[in-house]
């Protein structure tokens, strides 16, 4: 099971953004430009994120900022804006377990709790983390960049 790359994305997008926003117009194409993925995928995550509250976006060539401050902007803020999972349930039971069977009429029973479990650890490890976090190591790699 993979997280699908939105997450990751978005991370990047708003990596560049503080990283590049004094300096340049941080506009989906340069974003895609950044990223190697189709300005229309980066328009769609800009618009996630906008939707969420996290950004601010001018439309055509006014760019991307961030609206708040980086600090109070976790992982978890953007997993939730960017992620499409049903019914907030990170895994996805296999449609029709068998009602005969003893462990397929109680996989539930057996598995939700777990499963649960986990999820709830893997969010509250991504609250934990900020974009301030982020900005940190952003600029310890670039600095040997630059």
């Given amino acids: 099971m993979q997280i699908s790359s939105r997450f990751t994305l978005a991370v990047h997008i708003f990596a560049c953004i503080d990283t590049f926003g004094d300096k340049y ?7 895609a430009g950044s990223t190697n993925v189709n300005p229309v995928v980066i328009r769609k995550i800009l618009g ?3 939707g969420s509250g996290l950004i601010n976006v001018v439309r055509g060539t006014g760019g991307a900022v961030i609206a708040k401050p980086l600090s109070s902007i976790t992982f978890l803020d953007i997993y939730n804006a960017v992620e499409c999972v049903e019914n907030k349930s990170l895994f996805h039971f296999h ?3 068998s009602a005969d069977c ?3 009429k109680n996989i539930h029973h057996i ?3 777990r499963l649960m479990q986990v999820q709830n650890a893997m969010e509250k490890e991504l ?3 900020t974009l301030e976090d982020l900005k940190k190591d952003t ?3 670039l600095s040997k960049e630059f």
Wanted: net charge positive.
């Fill in 48 to 50: 996630q994120l906008k």
């Fill in 111 to 113: 598995l939700d709790g």
């Fill in 102 to 104: 003893p462990v397929g």
């Fill in 127 to 129: 609250a934990s983390i």
């Fill in 25 to 31: 117009k941080v506009t989906s194409n340069f974003l």
């Fill in 139 to 141: 600029r310890k790699y």
């Fill in 95 to 97: 449609e029709n377990p």
